[in-house]
């Protein structure tokens, strides 16, 4: 048993959860923000068996597409602060596959 964890961009959550529950699998989608750019994104949880894994993070990674992102960067010159927005490219999905030792619904 695996638990795939991945962090897909807010506007991808909807259709990847869609797309994981129409092929069968259970799924759940969290509401969460990024460290650096402290957006909002989505993180996704799908518990399944070892021989699904290959298959979810295909689905994931079909549905998840990069983009890039504006940040407002500050840089430092002589005698002034100066904020410029700097791109930065912002996945498909980060995904994390961590093994189960126990699952339970009681
Ligand atoms: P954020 O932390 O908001 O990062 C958004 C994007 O900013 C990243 O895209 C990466 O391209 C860039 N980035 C992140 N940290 C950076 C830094 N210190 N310097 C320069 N650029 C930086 P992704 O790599 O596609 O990550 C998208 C989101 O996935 C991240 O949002 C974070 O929420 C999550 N994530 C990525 N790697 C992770 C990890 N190792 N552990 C936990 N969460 C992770």
Excluded: Q
Excluded at 22 to 37: I, M, P, R, W
Aim: charged share 25%.
């Amino acid at each position: 048993m695996k638990l795939v964890l991945a962090i897909v961009n807010k506007d991808d959550g909807d259709e990847v959860i869609t797309a994981l529950s129409d092929s069968g699998y259970s799924v759940t989608k969290l509401a969460s923000t990024g460290g650096f750019l402290r957006s909002g994104n989505s993180t996704i949880l799908v518990g399944t068996e070892d021989e699904n894994v290959e298959n979810v993070c295909g689905i994931i990674k079909e549905k998840s597409h990069a983009r890039t992102e504006l940040i407002a960067h500050t840089s430092f010159f002589p005698n002034m602060l100066s904020s410029m927005p700097v791109e930065v490219p912002v996945g498909g999905a980060t995904i994390f596959v961590l093994d189960v030792d126990r699952w339970e619904k009681a």
